[in-house]
C-alpha cells in the first residue's frame, strides 16, 4: 500500500484501484476513506500503548533521530504481529500497511500522536518555542524573529494531541480543569489552554535544555555581558534575595534556573503545574512541584513548609497571587529568595508584589505600606529581561538595587531604586550596549560606582554580612573534617622536624578548609613556642587588633568591629592570641549591635506612617526595647529625638501629659550638650 494513500493522496488512490481492476466510484472511495480512518485508529492505539512507544517520545522535541526509530521499531512490530494474525482486532488491518517504508511509517505518528507539518519545525535544532493559536502557528527560532503559518491541524485534532500529552504526564485536561503547565520526558514545557475555558485551543511549547546552564552560558547568546555575569554572582555569594522581571516568554524562569545554578548550599525550589526548573547534578536540591487547580492554597503551605526544612536558598518559579505575602515573610525571615514575577521595570515589579502581599488571605492583608517597606528591605535586587522579536533574542534591560520609599505628590508610597546596569538597544541596527554603573572592588567584598552613586549604609551592611556568611565553592571528595586532619598530620609532622614555617603554613591551609578553633588553636600556639622571636611580633600584631576593637565598641562601631574580627578570623595565628574576654564576647557584641541597629533603622523608616495610622503607643513601646548602649552617636540622637516625637503625638491625642514630653526634650537637649 503507498505512504500517499495512507495519508489520503487522490493519485495514489486512482492507481491502487486500477491495479485492483475497480472502477473510480464513490462507494469505493468512501470504503477506502474508512480504510484510512482504521488505519490511524490502530496505528494511534499502537503509539499510545506505553508497553510499545515510551511515553517520552510523544514529546514533539524529543531527539529526532531517536524517536524516529522507536516509533518505527513500534510500528513495524505492530505490523508483523497483525501480518501472523496474533494482533487483537483494533489494531489487525495494520497488516495492510508496508512495514519497509519507514516513510510511511513516520507520517503515521505524524498524523495521529504526532503535529503533522509542523513535526518538521519542531525537530530543527535551533527551534526555540512553538505556538498553536487557533488556526495559526508561530515559530521561534533562536536569534531570529518568529515566523507564523497556517495551522494545518483542525481545532478538535490540536486539542486531542494536547490531551495526550497531558495524559502521558497525568495530569489529564477536562472542563473543570481546562488549562495546564506540562514537564514533558525530554524538558520541554508546555502550556495548553483548552475549551471551554478557551474557545479555539492555545498551545506552546518550549525547548528544555538538556544541561542546565549558568551565567557564562548567557553570555555568548548575548542575554548579557561578562561584567553583569560578575556583578550577578557577586550579589548573589552576597546573600541577597532577588526577583527576575519581565513578560510572558521573555525568559524569566530560565534566567532564574540560570542564578541557582550559581548557588551553593541546599536550594528548594517550588513550583505550580509542571517542573521547569532543573539544576546541575552537584547541586543539594530539593524540587517540590504543587497543584494550586486542586488546591489553591498549594503554594502558601508548600511555602510554610519550607521553614522547616531549614534551606540556604529558596526559589519560587512564579509569584501570581496571594502566596506573595508567604514569600515575603520568608526573605524577612533571612531566606535567600528568588522568583519570578510579571512587570514591565524593577520599580513597578517591587509595586506589583507588595499589592499582592495584601491581598485577601494573604500574611500582608491590607497593608500595602507595610508590605512595601518590607518589600523593598528584604527583596533587594529586581533584574528585568526582556525579548526582543526584531533581533530574536532575550536580554537583559535592567539590573536595579531596591533603595528604600518615597511619597509621591498624591502622597502615596513608592519604592525607589539604584540603578546598577542597564540595556540600551539601538533600533535600526539592533546593537546592545550596556551600561554597568558598579562593580564589585579587587577585593570582592563590596560593590564600587563610577557614576557618583553611594549605597545606603543598611545595603552596605547586608551585603558585608551576606558576603562573610557565604558558601565557600570549594568541593572535594572528603568532609572538611578529614581534611583537616590531614592537615593536622602533615602540620605535626613539620612540627617534629623544626619545619616552623612550613608547619604554619599547613595550619593555615587546614584552617581555609575549616576553622577549628578547638584542634588548629592549641597546634598554633606549639608551633610558636618553638619560635618566640616570631611569637613576640605576632603578639605585638595582636595586641594593636584588640585595642583597636575595644576603640570600635566604645563607639558602637559594629560593622567595623565585624569587618576587623573577619581580618583577625582569617588567620589562625591572630585567633591564637585569644582577647582577654574571649573572641564570643566579640561575636556576640557585633552580632547583636548589628541586629538593633536593624530593629532600629526599621523603626525609625516606618516612624512617621506609624504615627499618622494611630501606632505612636505601640512605636514607643517597641522603641523602649532597643538598647541605647548599642546604637552609635547618630543613632542615640535619632532615637532621642524620635521618642520625642512619638510621645508629642501622644501628647496631642491626650494620652500623655506636657511634662513627659518636656522631661523627653530636656534629655535630648542634655545629649547635644554632652556631644559638644
Not at 524529543?62 to 504481529?81: G, K, M
Not at 525550589?269 to 517542573?275: C, H, K, N, S, V
Request: contains cysteine.
Amino acid at each position: 500500500m503507498s505512504d500517499q494513500f495512507i495519508l489520503g493522496g487522490q493519485t495514489e488512490l486512482r492507481t491502487l484501484m486500477q491495479e485492483r481492476g475497480q472502477q473510480t466510484s464513490i462507494a469505493v472511495q468512501a470504503h477506502n476513506t474508512k480504510l484510512q480512518r482504521e488505519i490511524r485508529a490502530a496505528a494511534e492505539h499502537i503509539l499510545r500503548d506505553r508497553s510499545r512507544l515510551d511515553p517520552r517520545w510523544r514529546d514533539p522535541l524529543s531527539p529526532a533521530p531517536e524517536r524516529r526509530a522507536a516509533v518505527v521499531a513500534a510500528l513495524t512490530a505492530a505490523i508483523t504481529e497483525a501480518r501472523r494474525g496474533e494482533a487483537a482486532p483494533a489494531t489487525a488491518v495494520l497488516a495492510q500497511v508496508p512495514a519497509t517504508d519507514e516513510s510511511t511509517l513516520l507520517k503515521l505518528y505524524d498524523n495521529t500522536v504526532g503535529w503533522s507539518t509542523i513535526q518538521t519545525y519542531f525537530d530543527l535544532p535551533d527551534t526555540t518555542e512553538i505556538k498553536f493559536v487557533g488556526e495559526k502557528v508561530q515559530i521561534f527560532t533562536a536569534g531570529q524573529p518568529p515566523v507564523t503559518i497556517p495551522n494545518p491541524l483542525t481545532p478538535a485534532e490540536t486539542e486531542q494531541r494536547a490531551r495526550i500529552l497531558a495524559q502521558d504526564a497525568n495530569q489529564p485536561v477536562n472542563a473543570l480543569e481546562p488549562q495546564r503547565s506540562l514537564a514533558l520526558g525530554y524538558g520541554t514545557r508546555v502550556t495548553m489552554v483548552l475549551h471551554p475555558r478557551a474557545l479555539k485551543p492555545f498551545l506552546t511549547f518550549r525547548r528544555g535544555r538538556t544541561e542546565p546552564w549558568k551565567l557564562d552560558d548567557l553570555i555568548p547568546r548575548g542575554t548579557l555581558n561578562s561584567e553583569m555575569a560578575r556583578l550577578l554572582r557577586f550579589l548573589l555569594r552576597a546573600r541577597l534575595s532577588m526577583i527576575t522581571v519581565g513578560a510572558t516568554g521573555s525568559g524569566k524562569t530560565a534566567l532564574l534556573e540560570t542564578l541557582l545554578n550559581e548557588l551553593n548550599g541546599h536550594i528548594i525550589t517550588i513550583e505550580d503545574g509542571a517542573q521547569e526548573i532543573t539544576l546541575q547534578t552537584d547541586k543539594l536540591w530539593t524540587p517540590q512541584v504543587v497543584d494550586i487547580v486542586g488546591n489553591q492554597h498549594a503554594l502558601n503551605e508548600a511555602l510554610l513548609g519550607v521553614l522547616r526544612q531549614t534551606p540556604d536558598v529558596v526559589a519560587v518559579g512564579e509569584c501570581r497571587g496571594s502566596e506573595a505575602g508567604a514569600i515575603l515573610s520568608l526573605a524577612t525571615s533571612d531566606h535567600q529568595m528568588l522568583f519570578t514575577i510579571h512587570a514591565e521595570d524593577a520599580r513597578g515589579a517591587l509595586r506589583r508584589f507588595a499589592s499582592r502581599a495584601t491581598m485577601r488571605g494573604a500574611d500582608y492583608e491590607g497593608r500595602f505600606e507595610d508590605a512595601l517597606l518590607d518589600t523593598v528591605h528584604s527583596l533587594s535586587v529586581i533584574i528585568v529581561q526582556q525579548y526582543w522579536g526584531q533581533i530574536g533574542r532575550r536580554i537583559i534591560t535592567e539590573i536595579a538595587l531596591a533603595a528604600g520609599v518615597e511619597r509621591d505628590n498624591i502622597s502615596s508610597l513608592q519604592p525607589m531604586v539604584i540603578p546598577l546596569a542597564q540595556a540600551r538597544v539601538e533600533a535600526q541596527t539592533g546593537t546592545i550596549t550596556w551600561d554597568v554603573y558598579a562593580q564589585p572592588n579587587a577585593q570582592e567584598a563590596q560593590l564600587e560606582f563610577n557614576n557618583g552613586q553611594s549605597l545606603p549604609q543598611s545595603i552596605e551592611q547586608k551585603i558585608q554580612t551576606g558576603i562573610y556568611r557565604a558558601w565557600s565553592t570549594g568541593h572535594t571528595g572528603q568532609t572538611s573534617y578529614t581534611r583537616v586532619d590531614k592537615a593536622i598530620e602533615r602540620a605535626t609532622s613539620a612540627l617534629a622536624a623544626e619545619r616552623i614555617d612550613q608547619a604554619l603554613a599547613e595550619v593555615r591551609m587546614a584552617w581555609k578548609i575549616r576553622a577549628d578553633e578547638e584542634r588548629l588553636l592549641p597546634l598554633i600556639r606549639r608551633i610558636l613556642e618553638r619560635d618566640p622571636q616570631l611569637a613576640q611580633s605576632f603578639q605585638q600584631q595582636a595586641t594593636q587588633q584588640h585595642a583597636t576593637m575595644q576603640q570600635l565598641i566604645k563607639s558602637c562601631n559594629w560593622i567595623a568591629l565585624e569587618q576587623l574580627y573577619r581580618a583577625c578570623a582569617a588567620d589562625p595565628v591572630q585567633m591564637a592570641f585569644t582577647p582577654p574576654d574571649g573572641w564570643q564576647r566579640i561575636r556576640d557584641l557585633f552580632t547583636t549591635g548589628q541586629e538593633q541597629w536593624q530593629q532600629f533603622d526599621r523603626l525609625l523608616e516606618r516612624l512617621d506612617l506609624r504615627i499618622e495610622s494611630g501606632a505612636a503607643r505601640e512605636t514607643l513601646d517597641e522603641l523602649d526595647t532597643i538598647a541605647s548602649t548599642y546604637l552609635d552617636a547618630l543613632r542615640q540622637q535619632q532615637r532621642l529625638e524620635a521618642r520625642v516625637q512619638l510621645l508629642s503625638a501622644l501628647q496631642r491625642s491626650g494620652q500623655v501629659d506636657a511634662d513627659i514630653v518636656a522631661s523627653a526634650q530636656t534629655q535630648l537637649h542634655v545629649w547635644h550638650n554632652q556631644q559638644s
